[in-house]
T-cell receptor
Framework: DTGVSQNPRHKITKRGQNVTFRCDPISEHNRLYWYRQTLGQGPEFLTYFQNEAQLEKSRLLSDRFSAERPKGSFSTLEIQRTEQGDSAMYLC????????????FGSGTQLSVL | AQSVAQPEDQVNVAEGNPLTVKCTYS??????LFWYVQYPNRGLQFLLKYITGDNLVKGSYGFEAEFNKSQTSFHLKKPSALVSDSALYFCAVRDIGDDKIIFGKGTRLHILP
């Protein structure tokens, strides 16, 4: 497999701007997850998809965050009106699910909000 | 809701000694349990998983973990540590019936030469 691909690798933006990240999962994987990780912390769950359906969104996620997975292939995560507290590494992971259950992570998109 | 606790921020072990990284979990049903490792400037990598069956599971790089239902623990172990094992280790849990996978805050493992 070609692995999980995330773009861009780095994004620097000014507070108040909108940003969009893209994740291309491993092609046959039907489940896709988005996580946020800050330095020295574990990945924090944001949302996940089963094919094109967004099945759960973290209660910690504000309405400024939205994710899509059209046609059950790639996914996008958009943050509107960015705040400095949004600065983090945004990770995407995909899996085939049961019985394998192994998550394959991308390298992440590092967001810096100035 | 499921949760994971990794009580140690850092574990220091001398090379060649056995290592243990602790993890406890909370789920409403039966758990799927995982360990992932993150090397500096690298993405998270899968180490091992417990789904069902034997309580002792073996994974990559000589690591193993023991599922203990009564203590709700899933500690990561290795009989003889290598300097190259130094990394950040994350325990994760999924509650059967819920596809959400939750990670602990991580434990930094430092192997002393």
């Amino acid at each position: 497999d070609t692995g999980v691909s995330q773009n861009p690798r780095h994004k620097i933006t000014k507070r108040g701007q909108n940003v969009t990240f893209r994740c291309d999962p491993i092609s046959e994987h039907n489940r896709l997850y988005w996580y946020r990780q800050t330095l020295g912390q574990g990945p924090e769950f944001l949302t996940y998809f089963q094919n094109e359906a967004q099945l759960e969104k973290s209660r910690l996620l504000s309405d400024r965050f939205s994710a899509e997975r059209p046609k059950g292939s790639f996914s996008t995560l958009e943050i509107q009106r960015t705040e400095q507290g949004d600065s983090a590494m945004y990770l995407c992971a995909s899996t085939l699910g049961v019985p394998n259950e192994k998550l394959f992570f991308g390298s992440g998109t590092q967001l810096s909000v100035l | 809701a499921q949760s994971v606790a990794q009580p140690e921020d850092q574990v220091n072990v001398a090379e060649g000694n056995p290592l243990t990284v602790k993890c406890t979990y909370s789920v409403s049903g039966n758990p799927y349990l995982f360990w992932y490792v993150q090397y500096p400037n690298r993405g998270l990598q899968f180490l091992l998983k417990y789904i069902t069956g034997d309580n002792l599971v073996k994974g990559s790089y000589g690591f193993e973990a023991e599922f203990n239902k009564s203590q709700t623990s899933f500690h990561l172990k290795k009989p003889s540590a290598l300097v190259s094992d130094s990394a950040l280790y994350f325990c994760a849990v999924r509650d059967i019936g819920d596809d959400k996978i939750i990670f602990g805050k991580g434990t930094r493992l430092h192997i002393l030469p």
